[in-house]
């Protein structure tokens, strides 16, 4: 099934760690995005980029490589240039959200790309000036991000606004439904019954108690089997209270024919 995300482009500008592109490429498999392009990126082997990034082969098999920032961004309607310069003032900025959206309103007329510079110092002004719009990842004052870690937070801004992140997750394999009113009011009883055997209200206001249990076994929001499961807790300490009440019973002397 083809995606919105298939006309996005990574684009890195002279990577210079093998790990970089490795964790890079595990990020695209991670979000979806299949198309992978390096300008001039050091020597790297593919055997270490499986290694570090497991199950990739298909993305490793369509990387590109490329000599000048042109080629790399030739077939592109539209480029985001990520940079850690908090002042760029002549180029238009954006979030990594608004970015997101932004590609992906132009993704329909062609391929777009989001584009990373290299680990020390960044994409030069030269390369900046090939985006048509910069995106800053807000940080604290330390602002230098991995590379790496940039392309993950690009790449999941646009996972989420595409669409893609709306596949559900799987039940728990004992997913139980959720408890009816019936059952709610069960729990209450056999809670109620459990705090009075241990003699919980004596200087408290049984209503008030039970009300705030009420209120915390909603907030909590259990399904039916967890319900249960807290309900047997309770009954279980009413069957402790009766055992040990019995045994006291059974131990204690018992009164002569005389008394």
Known sequence: ?????????????EPQKPI??????????????G?????????YEDNYI????HNTRDIQARIE???????ALADCVRVAGFTGRRRAAKWARLDPREAATDLLAHAADGPVAVMFGREDDGLPAEVLDRAHVTVHIPTTEHASLNVAQAVLVALYELHVASGDATRTLQRPRKHAPPPTSAEFEQFYASAEQALTAMDFFRSRNPEHV????????????????????????????????????????????QPGPDA
């Open 1 to 13: 099934m083809s995606s919105i995300l298939d006309q996005v482009r990574v684009v890195l500008y």
């Open 20 to 33: 970089n592109i490795a964790a890079t490429v595990r990020a695209m498999k991670n979000m979806g995005v």
């Open 35 to 43: 198309v992978l392009r390096l300008i001039r990126p050091v020597f």
């Open 50 to 53: 499986e290694m570090i990034a």
């Open 65 to 71: 490589h490329h000599d000048t920032v042109d080629s």
């Open 210 to 253: 039970m009300r705030s249990v009420r209120s915390l076994a909603y907030r909590a929001n259990p399904d039916a089997r967890e319900l249960t499961l807290v309900r047997a807790m309770a009954i279980e300490v009413l069957r402790t209270i009766d055992r040990i009440e019995r045994r006291v019973g059974a131990a204690a002397p």
